[in-house]
């Protein structure tokens, strides 16, 4: 609170930043203004980190460039994310653990593979990923693919309740028949998608999805229809 606002990651205006005097910038990959940074001599930091790893490594990375008591301040702060997501592991309903997930990314058909930070946050719940970690971390599928796959969970950063299943065959899904969909608010997506701090965040809304999706939704098909096949799309 309190604190300028400049603009968006891509338009920042640079006079405005000049203005501030900065003693440190960050930017993400896609920005454009590091080379006149460099010519007026400001001093600036590149972050995109995709992967937990990738996360821990730039926490250190400002950390240093910040020192002071921030390097101690990093590992309080990664200790917070480690001890969280172990609490939301332990809470994954053990009827849940090892069941197999579709994350939708997009209505096209692009899924977050396990390569993906959103993967990665899968399997730290101890689900598992239906794509293959050789097709990387947001491949196009198939539909029938899935229907191969047969996930026991369907989530998706889409807004709104993407119509699965009018879909070739899938409403014989077992995802869908049991009603066993996660769809997350535009907060909890910032929190899945984006390698930062408030992974903890997206962690928790999975493990809430897992515990209320079942009771919460209801099933898009009878029970007792028979499990797809791909004759189904034919």
């Given at each position: 609170?309190?604190?300028?606002?400049?603009?968006?990651?891509?338009?920042?205006?640079?006079?405005?930043?000049?203005?501030?005097?900065?003693?440190?910038?960050?930017?993400?990959?896609?920005?454009?203004?590091?080379?006149?940074?460099?010519?007026l001599g400001i001093p600036y930091l590149v972050f995109?980190?995709?992967?937990?790893?990738?996360?821990?490594?730039?926490?250190?990375?400002?950390?240093?460039?910040?020192?002071?008591?921030?390097?101690?301040?990093?590992?309080?702060?990664?200790?917070?994310?480690?001890?969280?997501?172990?609490?939301?592991?332990?809470?994954?309903?053990?009827?849940?653990?090892?069941?197999?997930?579709?994350?939708?990314?997009?209505?096209?058909?692009?899924?977050?593979?396990?390569?993906?930070?959103?993967?990665?946050?899968?399997?730290?719940?101890?689900?598992?990923?239906?794509?293959?970690?050789?097709?990387?971390?947001?491949?196009?599928?198939?539909?029938?693919?899935?229907?191969?796959?047969?996930?026991?969970?369907?989530?998706?950063?889409?807004?709104?309740?993407?119509?699965?299943?009018?879909?070739?065959?899938?409403?014989?899904?077992?995802?869908?028949?049991?009603?066993?969909?996660?769809?997350?608010?535009?907060?909890?997506?910032?929190?899945?998608?984006?390698?930062?701090?408030?992974?903890?965040?997206?962690?928790?809304?999975?493990?809430?999805?897992?515990?209320?999706?079942?009771?919460?939704?209801?099933?898009?098909?009878?029970?007792?229809?028979?499990?797809?096949?791909?004759?189904?799309?034919?």
């Amino acid at each position: 609170a309190g604190l300028p606002r400049l603009g968006g990651l891509g338009d920042t205006p640079l006079e405005r930043l000049v203005a501030l005097r900065p003693d440190l910038v960050l930017l993400p990959e896609a920005a454009r203004i590091g080379p006149r940074l460099d010519a007026l001599g400001i001093p600036y930091l590149v972050f995109e980190p995709r992967t937990r790893a990738e996360l821990r490594l730039s926490l250190d990375r400002l950390a240093t460039a910040l020192g002071g008591t921030a390097p101690a301040e990093a590992d309080r702060v990664w200790r917070t994310i480690e001890s969280g997501l172990a609490e939301a592991r332990a809470a994954v309903p053990a009827q849940d653990q090892g069941r197999s997930v579709y994350f939708e990314v997009s209505s096209a058909g692009h899924a977050a593979g396990t390569r993906s930070f959103i993967g990665e946050t899968l399997a730290g719940l101890g689900l598992r990923n239906i794509v293959p970690a050789e097709q990387g971390a947001f491949p196009l599928l198939s539909p029938e693919f899935v229907l191969r796959a047969d996930p026991d969970w369907i989530m998706s950063t889409e807004a709104g309740r993407p119509d699965w299943g009018s879909r070739p065959g899938w409403r014989g899904l077992k995802a869908l028949r049991q009603g066993q969909v996660c769809q997350f608010t535009p907060a909890e997506v910032d929190a899945l998608v984006r390698a930062g701090p408030r992974l903890v965040a997206g962690a928790r809304a999975v493990l809430e999805c897992l515990r209320t999706a079942s009771r919460a939704a209801p099933a898009l098909t009878p029970a007792s229809l028979p499990t797809p096949t791909l004759e189904a799309v034919r």
